[in-house]
């Protein structure tokens, strides 16, 4: 199966939400009136691509089909959608997020989000393509807050084949990391990836944790992580949009990752956390597995959730 199709088929809640109940819509209308497009902007709400938006492309759609002669077609209908989507991303010179630093050895890469968001599991899911790569990949465990949280992060760092640095006798998560770094310096690993608690942005003391925890980073490896990824579970909707918010007010977030999307048909907030923040997103969880995490492509995913054919 290609990526194309399996992406299309992890994303099949969305797709379906969105491809079939517009053809609905749509199917045995002579003409496409008002009633119809409001419909249409209904459902592009109902998949959480947010109001505002909703109602530009629908705007949109209708300034071209008034223009077009044949006002039946599905075709028509979903090529305007499609276009409008894509330039959600297209306009994405006002990122005010700078490049990440590819070059740096070890490159360091800090995981951070809310509580069950996926980022143990997206740490598993990274080593494992780094390690597919043929790289040297460490993991620290920095959640020394939920009990089990070490166990679950050494059985995702044995599925990867990948080393991972466990405090037996710190809870401090700076140490941690710290410690991850001499390692990661002193034996030359390529990759280093630090998982974090889950923590709210309410919870003021875990935040503080966090700034903490970039400044030892930084001072210790004379920059900033390399990249800091806010993972999100694409199931909570506007509640990822405010931790997006929340969680850039106290560190220099690189990109998102978007977990969960196989299991939800509101795959459309993705474009409302882009519009919203300009943060590039990096990756998108798919599934539960070590292979389900796939490197966000806008094009591919927009084909995946709305071309018919
Ligand atoms: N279907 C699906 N499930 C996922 C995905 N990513 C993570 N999960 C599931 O989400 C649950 C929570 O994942 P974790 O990786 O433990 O989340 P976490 O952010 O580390 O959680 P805390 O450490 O408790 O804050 C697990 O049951 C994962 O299997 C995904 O892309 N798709
Ligand atoms: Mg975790």
Redesign the pocket.
């Given at each position: 199966m290609s990526i194309f199709n399996s992406l299309r088929d992890r994303l099949s809640k969305t797709r379906n939400n969105l491809v079939n109940r517009i053809k609905e819509t749509i199917s045995g209308k002579a003409s496409i009136d008002s009633n119809t497009l409001e419909q249409i902007e209904e459902i592009l709400i109902s998949s959480d691509v947010g109001y505002y938006l909703s109602n530009k492309i629908i705007e949109n759609v209708r300034t071209k089909m008034l223009n077009t002669k044949d006002r039946t077609s599905d075709k028509i209908i979903f090529d305007v959608v499609k276009s409008e989507l894509k330039k959600i991303f297209d306009n994405n010179s006002t990122s005010r997020v700078s490049e990440s630093n590819n070059q740096a050895k070890p490159y360091i890469i800090l995981v951070i989000?809310?509580?069950?968001?996926?980022?143990?599991?997206?740490?598993?899911k990274l080593a494992y393509n780094y390690k597919e790569q043929g790289k040297k990949v460490l993991i620290a465990a920095s959640?020394t807050f939920?009990a089990a949280?070490s166990e679950?992060l050494e059985i995702w760092s044995e599925r990867a084949k990948a080393d991972i640095v466990i405090s037996e006798k710190s809870v401090d998560p700076s140490a941690v990391a710290y410690e991850a770094i001499e390692k990661a310096h002193k034996e030359k690993y390529d990759v280093l990836l630090i998982?974090t608690?889950?923590r709210l942005h309410t919870k003021s003391y875990l935040m503080d944790e966090l700034v903490k925890l970039n400044r030892i980073i930084t001072k210790k490896l004379n920059r900033a992580p390399d990249e800091t990824l806010l993972?999100l579970?694409?199931n909570s909707g506007q509640n990822a949009v405010v931790q997006s918010d929340e969680f850039s007010k106290t560190a220099l977030i690189t990109g998102l990752v978007i977990?969960?999307?196989?299991?939800t048909a509101k795959g459309g907030i993705v474009f409302q956390i882009f519009e919203k923040q300009k943060i590039p997103v990096k990756y998108?969880?798919?599934?539960?597995d070590i292979t389900?995490?796939q490197p966000f492509n806008a094009e591919e995913f927009i084909s995946a959730i709305v071309d018919i054919n």
């Open positions: 989000g809310v509580n069950g968001a996926g980022k143990t599991t997206t740490i598993g959640d939920r949280a679950q998982d608690a889950g993972v579970d694409g977990t969960k999307l196989d299991g998108i969880g798919v599934g539960e389900d995490l």
